[in-house]
């Protein structure tokens, strides 16, 4: 089984995609000859050809509504938004279009469209207040769309896989800093992973922490640095945001009694607080402690500045800390 | 006498020259008319307290019966707007699934009373679902032309907006892009000069919408949204140059609102009466029947005929669509996603 | 002290802004000769002129991108989003530009504009699924952004005057049926009611419901169902979402031991999730029951059907059948 | 001999006539020269680690300084993008302000170390801060325009963005509104031909995009990046319709991106080396250079003396910034909201 980094898993399930299915399509900016800017159409344009490979216009709202149309007439399209950041001229065609043209048609229609886009920030990024933002809060609150983000390039094969044969709209969202930091092996054969379904990273009694994408990763080396103080933490990837997996949830809280919540998005109303709401009406009588939030400052994204950046997003220190501090109540 | 038979003649040959049959005259007046009937009955039963709103298409039934009648009703999709009933009638809604529609019932085959009225759907005939944000749909036209080219279907779109929508960043995404690829769409932009209360004047610098699109890569026609002549010759060239790869053609027709905006509007407010009382002369039923009666296509005897058959079809579809029970209560979770 | 309903209140607050600062000024779609779609401007063109008083072309970015240059240029712009569900095309300028100027400037540049939108449906409103969204929770998770939501006429009057003044975006969001539905008395004399200030509309000791809009109005409607049966409900209104009254909220559940969240957003990630996150981590020792969400369907939007409609929103039944139950805990 | 000297006689009524100084015409190329020498500086200092990002103006020079020389450095506005360095230079920022930037020092007057690179701001010359999401400017030039219009304060606002930004429905919202209010507002386009990788013909189906401001209902004009006095002759005339309230001019400058996108994008990938290799004659320092050569205003001596300064400027100005510490952690958290 090779080991390959996300990037290259994320590339390897729309490169099998479009050689299983030609009614796959990738579209966006810089998709085409240049392969994205990250890379993840890279030599497509040579393969598929550039009706398949579409460099689009400098137009988000114009990528997400034509590929509404694209998938109403029978292609499946890839949309990539270059940083997620950039999403927002689109939300007018997720929200009010993609995510509804079933709903509102009674059934009649679907809209099977698959939108990536990198997301998150951090030193390594250095993107400043525009290349750097989550954004899983916003999309997450939306009715008739569905929400993945992946840990493993195990799972980012898969998840991708089964949100490109999903008959319904997906975000993908993709932590840039987990592009090139993480490796892992990928089998070679056609799978795909359940979008729905979290999955325990490892198992732990003292406490539940749940958490996505480059803070799962942060998660996990907190709960090494506690581990040695009798702290036997249980990380939980939760890779799904929606529709998210409410049982496996409550299964681990009622194991454990104590559940952490770690996101990078600002705090306030960020994905944490539902997770939060979910625990504390359905999990009551379990819980022996607070329900614990670590996320980054309420302060309109990442700070360009090493120095300001640092301060701003959660670490492995921070949670421990924070570990520490629930194991002990 | 020999004027008359000038006139006759010259005018004549008008809808000869576009290869149009007696039969075809009346078939599409049929459509006018039709809407326009379904229209009023609609206003009746919202002012009769009946359904709790309207929203309308009188005065732009002549542009959308002639445009859309150039288009291929099995092969080609409409992607509508909230003032697009006739057009709707056209691409083989009934009269009966568009009053489903307004009462919001089971049936409903544009949303199973999900949506408000005149936001149609219909798979069968190609209608994609509306929404209400204004400008959208320009770029789902864009995306199915842009699919059709791609997999070589050979069909066309047509799409259709007011002149206030034209201010929309979607609309300006979807000329560029369907200019760029020279896709099969058929852009209307239906312009009743106002925007709710908005005159066009507020809305853009320029006379026409036409003159934008030079600026996209392909032509801009104005047309009289009165002439159904007109607009079904603007539709046909339209639809010619989308079958033939030439690409994207932006169809402007001016037409006239002969309602308020919708239910809920009092237009007295902020449109003067003389700009109201549309002078009958560019209502396009009024025009059109004129034109048939002059190519000796009307007469007394046929106006009464058809008039008395759309009643009957009016009074049916209301009838048919009241008794139908609402949407049932349970079903309000369904369809969020695929059911398979 | 003259009685008036929440739209007077609103017009009120506006054309005494506009009459005693002639930097203040309103724009939007048909909110010129015609005075809005539901009359809020009535009166004002003629009163103020058409440069202060501006129809604007059909466009939501439009009306607040050209508001931020507005603002940066000496004006105090109010921008009028007809139905809150237009407001996405706007998504953009309000999030990365309107609520960052200062942030992204050091503080060197401001942005005071206040976004006005109506919002909310149900039977009486029949808008479907584009003509009565709650849009709360897209906009209270913004940093840099303040959002408000009024319930009582005096409030509106006070509150939007606060919004007029503040120098930073704030988004002013006006439920539809209470528009007309509420009556209340309002001061004559200029006075402003402070943003980020809950008030408690009802004392009680039971438990504690928070709401705002017309769910406040039908929270305070099914206290008083449930009053006869020994269930003392306080009911408070939240009336700034963002910044939120934290203290209130605790303090109300350190007195009570039971909280509930009403709201007409759609559940998941809706507003009410925040609430609840806040009270489970900050006052977990005090909680004697789960914190329960009342919300409307995870489906998109309200459907238009009265049928659908009275099937998706939360009423004061259902809430008095959520307090009888957390009461009985 | 002859023809040389017919030659500056020519071309030095071209200055003359535009009103513009031998002292003008040095201080012009002084800013050309100071834009690209601290341009070339900052990709030094990227590509020897001690930044992490650079993104460039190179090649966009000339049309910046021609075009800005023409506005009232006091009163007028410029809404920057992330190329106009030389923009910024004129309105009165100083090379260490630019560098201060690009060092993401406590002391950036643009954001403290909050933003990346090249998101200028400077409230002291009028500069409004830069955002990265491409065409979000455009209104909120729009917005600086209306309110100097009914405030009659005189201002004129000047905002740019590359080709491929015209693409986002925020450029039409803006155009639009701006030609129904005649807002004294200069739109400048600096098309270089590729947006990161996405080549003009993609981008549009237009040469020009200065051919959509007739649908916007005022003129647009096509100019020559490289020549600087055409730039400012455009510059000059927008500003004069500008003030005159004769509404908004679109001026189109055609340039050549003489780096890749940015420090992160290799070009190689996508652009063929022929088109990579500008020639000289289409630099803007180079064919600017040429032209004080020909009407006498450059010389070796002063060519010397002027480039040497820039150097002393661009050290002093990088090792002044170097030295400056980073923003405080601290103050991560302030002017979220006004502090008083
Ligand atoms: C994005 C958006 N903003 C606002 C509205 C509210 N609205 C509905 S129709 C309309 C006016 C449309 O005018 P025009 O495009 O000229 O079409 P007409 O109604 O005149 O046929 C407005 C402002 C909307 N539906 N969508
Ligand atoms: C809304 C948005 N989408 C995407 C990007 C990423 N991006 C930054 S610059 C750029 C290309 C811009 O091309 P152009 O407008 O021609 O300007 P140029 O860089 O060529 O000067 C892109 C796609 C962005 N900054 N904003
Ligand atoms: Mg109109
Ligand atoms: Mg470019």
Known sequence: MPEMRLLDAIRLAMYEEMKRDERVMVLGEDVGVKGGVFGATDGFYAEFGAARVLDTPLAESLIVGSAVGMAVNGLIPIAEIQFSDFIYPAFNQIVSEAARMRYRSNGAFGCPITIRAPYGGGIEVHGGLYHSQSVEAFFSHVPGLKVVTPYTPHDAKGLLKAAIRDPDPVLFLEHKRLYRSIRGEVPDEDYTVPIGKAAVRRQGTTLSIFAYGQMLHESLRAAEQVAGEAIDAEVIDLRTLRPLDVETILESVRKTSKAMIVYEDNRFMGFGAEVSAIIAEEAFEALDGPIVRIASLDVPAVPYADTLAAAFIPNAERIAAAARRLAAY | ?340
């Open chain 2, 1 to 340: 006498m020999a004027t008359r038979e000038a006139k006759t003649k010259i005018s004549a040959t008008r809808h000869e020259a576009l290869g149009l049959s007696a039969d075809d005259l009346l078939a599409m007046y049929y459509h006018v008319a039709l809407a326009r009937a379904l229209d009023e009955r609609m206003w009746i039963l919202q002012r009769a307290g009946m359904v709790p709103f309207v929203i309308s298409g009188q005065g732009h039934e002549g542009a959308q019966v002639g445009v859309m009648w150039a288009t291929d009703r099995q092969r080609d999709w409409l992607v509508p707007f909230y003032r697009s009933l006739a057009a709707c009638l056209v691409r083989g809604m009934t009269p009966r699934d568009l009053m489903l529609g307004l009462f919001a019932r089971r049936d409903d085959p544009s949303s199973g009373g999900r949506q408000m009225p005149a936001h149609w759907a219909d798979p069968r005939h190609r209608i994609l679902s509306t929404s209400s944000p204004v400008g959208t749909q320009y770029l789902h036209a864009a995306g199915i032309a842009y699919a059709a080219k791609v997999r070589g279907t050979g069909e066309v779109c047509v799409t259709s907006i007011g002149e206030g929508g034209t201010s929309q960043g979607d609309w300006h995404e979807a000329m560029n892009f369907a200019g760029v690829h020279k896709l099969p769409v058929i852009f209307i932009v239906e312009n009743n000069r106002y925007a709710i209360s908005v005159p066009v004047k507020l809305q853009m610098a320029v006379k026409d919408v036409a003159d934008r699109a030079a600026g996209y890569g392909f032509p801009g026609v104005v047309v009289d949204g009165s002439d159904v002549l007109a607009c079904y010759a603007a539709g046909k060239e339209a639809v010619r140059r989308a079958r033939a790869g030439e690409g994207p053609t932006l169809v402007e027709c001016k037409v006239e609102r002969l309602t308020a905006h919708s239910s809920e509007d009092s237009q007295e407010k902020y449109r003067p009466t003389n700009d109201i009382e549309v002078p009958r002369s560019i209502d396009p039923l009024v025009v059109f029947k004129h034109y048939l009666e002059q190519v000796g296509v009307m007469d007394e005897a046929r106006y009464t005929e058809i008039h008395g058959r759309i009643k009957a079809v009016v009074t049916d579809a209301t009838d048919y669509a009241e008794a139908l029970p609402m949407a049932d209560p349970a079903t309000v979770t369904r369809h969020v996603f695929y059911e398979g």
